[in-house]
């Protein structure tokens, strides 16, 4: 008997599941399983409880007018009025009222000089030029004195201003000092590396709070007789030694993950010590710490507002000075800390993506 | 013609161009310079005190302080010495950061754990915390809790009551147990069953060691120490008073309470502290690579174990340092209490400071204690972090 196979089709296969779409995302991401179903459930119900009530509260019933007493009317949520009546003392603390468009221009300007500096296209050595006149037109706009600008003093400066000026100009002069630092903590010479040690540990020990303490109460005393140093200026000096300490340790990450066929490639090269770190190795090492440096400058950008316990009235400051002694408005003191709060998260929520962007240009050339 | 062969230079051979000597040179000169600085600094400071008459020193620790402390554990009298207060200030400190630590951590990992949840709702939510928390300065986010905990809460004579419980602008007061000689037998208990479950987990492992049967690590020596602290209680006569808080005229009286100030700061630094720990914790467990957990599914690990033999021992070697940062940075960010009146180690010394004038003393003794903990807790987490570690030959 001769065998005979007769050709059959098998079945098709079933057409793979689609996982494009919405309705498979929510299937995957929402409902996967009970437990996930039932999260689903409670934290969307928490969710659809909670947020039309602050949204609420916040647009639908929130008034905008600048009056107290049409915050006080029964019904009314958010008062935004006190943001309306009170913005430009929260946004420039006591700075002369007629003279506020000198802090905004000064303030646009630096804004603009951070942007510039963080966009690709302006890496270049002229750069530093801009970066001179621009904080000198920064300081001359808000001192005054020239050009016919009259005299505001330092005492007088405050709110967003102050807040970057402060963030700018330490994270600027920490740098330098950060450096020398992070080679002092690596160098084979004891004593230097004893004293760069100490120095680093020291200062992150204790809290930036006492620094500034420091910086007020006590820097006067260390001064020669006669000689009175700003306030501002004596903070300043605070934060930029309280934050060198910490980037030099960033920075001193980098010079360790520094391969050592790196150094001994220039050496052979007949590379002095400071051409060796200033061309071979720091290049490569800040490239690698870039996204550490990013996160000490939003730390340093949010730890400004503690120069408000030494009475220095910036962002957070500003806005005590602003409502505390005004009885109307007390009482939307909440109001007016979501605005400050806006303001901060969007400065650090930029920088923090801008920290994102460019970890990525810099792991661009470890890719293949 | 032959060229005489060079000999290489011994350490020996001194050279005004040496490498030794320029070492030599840059450290005395480093030296110097620092030193005179300090020097000259010193020689201001003390010529500036004796023109503007401040005396100095630390014997003024021990006359009275003349100040009342909100809140302190033990209690303090304004006829106390300085000494106390700082004592004081310094317990009220140690207590806020190290319940701080405890509650930052577990919320925290919760919330770095969230973002590998299968749910994408849990998934965004916990990233829009992170997002949220740690891109607002600590310190205003502790101005806002204050004012929530004493704007928006009521009146003490109107205090909200759940339970046994009560909120007002006075904080919170809740039930407390009565101290009784009969808890001591309680505490006894848990700490015989906590020596019985170090010895039944040096057992399970010899055994599991010796015949490679697996005997639970965690659940059992927990119920050992439970067990046994319950049994430690009822042996003690089981006392079980409470203080329960009455609402009296003025106040709310009885009970355990904390005050809206160390309410303010726990619940500020938990919450900001616990955004930068949930990202440590989140960096951590996507460091392990994916093999390891398919290997581990592979051997036909459980879940669990998965989790605590291979994930965890790997992701906790890359979390601990950063961790380290964060527990020393919650510490160091509750110097910021002063800011809301509650009665720290920087609120008391600044009080101090203001009294007696003495800025150089008071703030030394600022930085003693913070680097004192900072010194410890970072010792402390090196020897962990070196338990941890990969033990290689």
Same mark, same amino acid.
């Given at each position: 008997?001769?065998?005979?196979?007769?050709?059959?089709?098998?079945?098709?296969?079933?057409?793979?599941?689609?996982?494009?779409?919405?309705?498979?995302?929510?299937?995957?991401?929402?409902?996967?399983?009970?437990?996930? /179903?039932?999260?689903?459930?409670?934290?969307?119900?928490?969710?659809?409880?909670?947020?039309?009530?602050?949204?609420?509260?916040?647009?639908?019933?929130?008034?905008? +007018?600048?009056?107290?007493?049409?915050?006080?009317?029964?019904?009314?949520?958010?008062?935004?009025?006190?943001?309306?009546?009170?913005?430009?003392?929260?946004?420039? =603390?006591?700075?002369?009222?007629?003279?506020?468009?000198?802090?905004?221009?000064?303030?646009?300007?630096?804004? /603009?000089?951070? +942007?510039?500096?963080?966009?690709?296209?302006?890496?270049?050595?002229?750069?530093?030029?801009?970066? +001179?006149?621009?904080? /000198?037109?920064?300081?001359?706009?808000?001192?005054?004195?020239?050009?016919?600008?009259?005299?505001?003093?330092?005492?007088?400066?405050?709110?967003?201003?102050?807040?970057?000026?402060?963030?700018?100009?330490?994270?600027?002069?920490?740098? !330098?000092?950060?450096?020398?630092?992070?080679? =002092?903590?690596?160098?084979?010479? !004891?004593?230097?590396?004893?004293?760069?040690?100490?120095?680093?540990?020291?200062?992150?020990?204790?809290?930036?709070?006492?620094?500034?303490?420091?910086?007020?109460?006590?820097?006067?005393?260390?001064?020669? /007789?006669?000689?009175?140093?700003?306030?501002?200026?004596?903070?300043?000096?605070?934060?930029?030694?309280?934050?060198?300490?910490?980037?030099?340790?960033?920075?001193? =990450?980098?010079?360790?993950?520094? !391969?050592?066929?790196?150094?001994?490639?220039?050496?052979?090269?007949?590379?002095?010590?400071?051409?060796?770190?200033?061309?071979?190795?720091?290049?490569?090492?800040?490239?690698? +710490?870039?996204?550490?440096?990013?996160?000490?400058?939003?730390?340093?950008?949010?730890?400004?507002?503690?120069?408000?316990?030494?009475?220095?009235?910036?962002?957070?400051?500003?806005? =005590?000075?602003?409502?505390?002694?005004?009885?109307?408005?007390?009482?939307?003191?909440?109001?007016?800390?979501?605005?400050?709060?806006?303001?901060?998260?969007?400065?650090?929520?930029?920088?923090?993506?801008?920290?994102?962007?460019?970890?990525?240009?810099?792991?661009?050339?470890?890719?293949? | 013609?032959?060229?005489?062969?060079?000999?290489?230079?011994?350490?020996?051979?001194?050279?005004?161009?040496?490498?030794?000597?320029?070492?030599?040179?840059?450290?005395?000169?480093?030296?110097?310079?620092?030193?005179?600085?300090?020097?000259?600094?010193?020689?201001?400071?003390?010529?500036?005190?004796?023109?503007?008459?401040?005396?100095?020193?630390?014997?003024?620790?021990?006359?009275? %302080?003349?100040?009342?402390?909100?809140?302190? @554990?033990?209690?303090?009298?304004?006829?106390?010495?300085?000494?106390?207060?700082?004592?004081?200030?310094?317990?009220?400190?140690?207590?806020?950061?190290?319940?701080?630590?405890?509650?930052?951590?577990?919320?925290?990992?919760?919330?770095?754990? $969230?973002?590998?949840?299968?749910?994408?709702?849990?998934?965004?939510?916990?990233?829009?915390?992170?997002?949220?928390?740690?891109?607002?300065?600590?310190?205003?986010?502790?101005?806002?809790?204050?004012?929530?905990?004493?704007?928006?809460?009521?009146?003490?004579?109107?205090?909200?009551?759940?339970?046994?419980?009560?909120?007002?602008?006075?904080?919170?007061?809740?039930?407390?147990?009565?101290?009784?000689?009969?808890?001591?037998?309680?505490? %006894? $208990?848990?700490?015989?069953?906590?020596?019985?479950?170090?010895?039944?987990?040096?057992?399970?492992?010899?055994?599991?060691?010796?015949?490679?049967?697996?005997?639970?690590?965690?659940?059992?020596?927990?119920?050992?120490?439970?067990?046994?602290?319950?049994?430690?209680?009822?042996?003690?006569?089981?006392?079980?008073?409470?203080?329960?808080?009455?609402?009296?005229?003025?106040?709310?009286?009885?009970?355990?309470?904390?005050?809206?100030?160390?309410?303010?700061?726990?619940?500020?630094?938990?919450?900001?502290?616990?955004?930068?720990?949930?990202?440590?914790?989140?960096? $951590?467990?996507?460091?392990? %690579?994916?093999?390891?957990?398919?290997?581990?599914?592979?051997?036909?690990?459980?879940?669990?174990?998965?989790?605590?033999?291979?994930?965890?021992?790997?992701?906790?070697?890359?979390?601990?340092?950063?961790?380290?940062?964060?527990?020393?940075?919650?510490?160091?960010?509750?110097?910021?209490?002063?800011?809301?009146?509650?009665?720290?180690?920087?609120?008391?010394?600044?009080?101090?400071?203001?009294?007696?004038?003495?800025?150089?003393?008071?703030?030394?003794?600022?930085?003693?204690?913070?680097?004192?903990?900072? @010194? @410890?807790?970072?010792?402390?987490?090196?020897?962990?972090?070196?338990?941890?570690?990969?033990?290689?030959?």
């Amino acid at each position: 008997m001769a065998e005979t196979t007769i050709f059959k089709f098998s079945p098709a296969r079933p057409a793979p599941v689609n996982t494009e779409g919405l309705i498979p995302w929510v299937k995957s991401n929402l409902f996967a399983n009970w437990q996930s /179903a039932l999260t689903t459930l409670v934290v969307g119900g928490l969710l659809l409880f909670y947020v039309p009530q602050f949204i609420n509260w916040a647009i639908l019933t929130a008034t905008t +007018v600048p009056n107290a007493d049409a915050c006080r009317a029964e019904g009314v949520g958010a008062c935004w009025g006190v943001i309306t009546e009170k913005y430009r003392l929260i946004i420039f =603390g006591r700075y002369p009222f007629e003279e506020q468009w000198r802090p905004l221009v000064a303030t646009l300007l630096m804004v /603009a000089l951070l +942007v510039m500096s963080c966009t690709r296209v302006f890496w270049k050595k002229w750069l530093i030029a801009v970066w +001179v006149v621009v904080l /000198a037109a920064f300081f001359i706009l808000m001192y005054g004195g020239l050009f016919g600008l009259s005299e505001v003093q330092t005492d007088r400066w405050g709110g967003l201003p102050l807040t970057i000026m402060l963030a700018t100009l330490s994270i600027v002069f920490c740098f !330098p000092i950060a450096i020398c630092v992070a080679l =002092g903590r690596r160098s084979n010479l !004891p004593a230097i590396r004893t004293f760069c040690t100490i120095y680093v540990e020291l200062i992150r020990g204790v809290p930036l709070i006492s620094v500034l303490f420091m910086a007020s109460f006590m820097f006067p005393l260390f001064m020669p /007789a006669g000689v009175t140093i700003d306030v501002l200026i004596r903070v300043l000096v605070g934060v930029t030694l309280f934050a060198a300490a910490y980037m030099a340790e960033v920075i001193r =990450g980098g010079l360790q993950a520094m !391969p050592k066929g790196q150094a001994e490639a220039a050496a052979s090269l007949g590379l002095s010590y400071w051409q060796t770190q200033f061309k071979i190795i720091l290049p490569q090492a800040l490239a690698m +710490v870039v996204p550490g440096i990013m996160n000490n400058f939003i730390g340093l950008f949010k730890d400004t507002s503690l120069v408000y316990i030494v009475s220095l009235y910036e962002l957070t400051g500003s806005l =005590g000075l602003a409502l505390n002694s005004d009885a109307d408005w007390r009482p939307y003191k909440l109001e007016g800390y979501l605005f400050i709060v806006a303001i901060y998260f969007a400065f650090c929520f930029a920088m923090s993506r801008y920290s994102l962007w460019i970890e990525k240009q810099v792991n661009k050339s470890k890719l293949r | 013609m032959s060229v005489a062969p060079r000999t290489p230079p011994t350490k020996r051979d001194w050279s005004w161009r040496s490498q030794a000597f320029r070492g030599l040179l840059y450290q005395i000169i480093a030296v110097v310079l620092i030193g005179g600085i300090a020097w000259w600094l010193a020689a201001n400071t003390a010529e500036n005190m004796r023109v503007r008459g401040i005396k100095s020193g630390f014997d003024f620790l021990t006359q009275p %302080a003349g100040f009342d402390i909100g809140e302190s @554990l033990t209690k303090f009298d304004s006829n106390d010495p300085y000494w106390k207060a700082f004592l004081v200030g310094v317990s009220n400190t140690l207590r806020v950061a190290i319940l701080g630590i405890i509650l930052t951590t577990i919320l925290g990992t919760l919330i770095g754990v $969230g973002r590998f949840s299968r749910n994408g709702l849990v998934r965004g939510l916990c990233q829009a915390y992170v997002e949220l928390f740690r891109n607002v300065p600590v310190l205003l986010q502790l101005l806002m809790w204050y004012l929530l905990f004493t704007e928006f809460l009521p009146d003490v004579t109107e205090a909200k009551r759940i339970g046994d419980i009560y909120l007002s602008k006075g904080g919170i007061t809740f039930p407390k147990p009565i101290w009784e000689s009969g808890h001591l037998f309680g505490v %006894a $208990g848990l700490l015989v069953g906590a020596i019985g479950a170090w010895f039944y987990r040096r057992w399970a492992r010899s055994k599991f060691e010796a015949t490679g049967q697996i005997r639970s690590m965690f659940w059992v020596p927990v119920a050992i120490v439970l067990a046994v602290g319950v049994l430690g209680w009822l042996a003690g006569g089981a006392p079980s008073q409470f203080a329960v808080p009455q609402k009296g005229e003025f106040a709310v009286e009885g009970g355990g309470a904390l005050t809206p100030e160390f309410m303010a700061v726990l619940l500020g630094l938990v919450l900001y502290t616990a955004a930068f720990v949930a990202e440590v914790v989140r960096s $951590g467990i996507s460091s392990v %690579a994916r093999g390891q957990s398919e290997a581990a599914q592979a051997l036909g690990l459980s879940k669990g174990q998965e989790m605590q033999q291979v994930l965890l021992p790997q992701a906790l070697r890359v979390i601990i340092p950063p961790m380290t940062n964060q527990f020393l940075n919650l510490t160091k960010n509750s110097s910021l209490a002063v800011a809301i009146g509650y009665p720290d180690v920087v609120s008391i010394s600044n009080t101090a400071l203001n009294q007696t004038g003495r800025a150089v003393e008071c703030i030394a003794l600022i930085m003693l204690v913070y680097l004192t903990t900072s @010194l @410890l807790t970072s010792f402390f987490m090196n020897w962990y972090n070196a338990k941890s570690a990969i033990k290689e030959r």
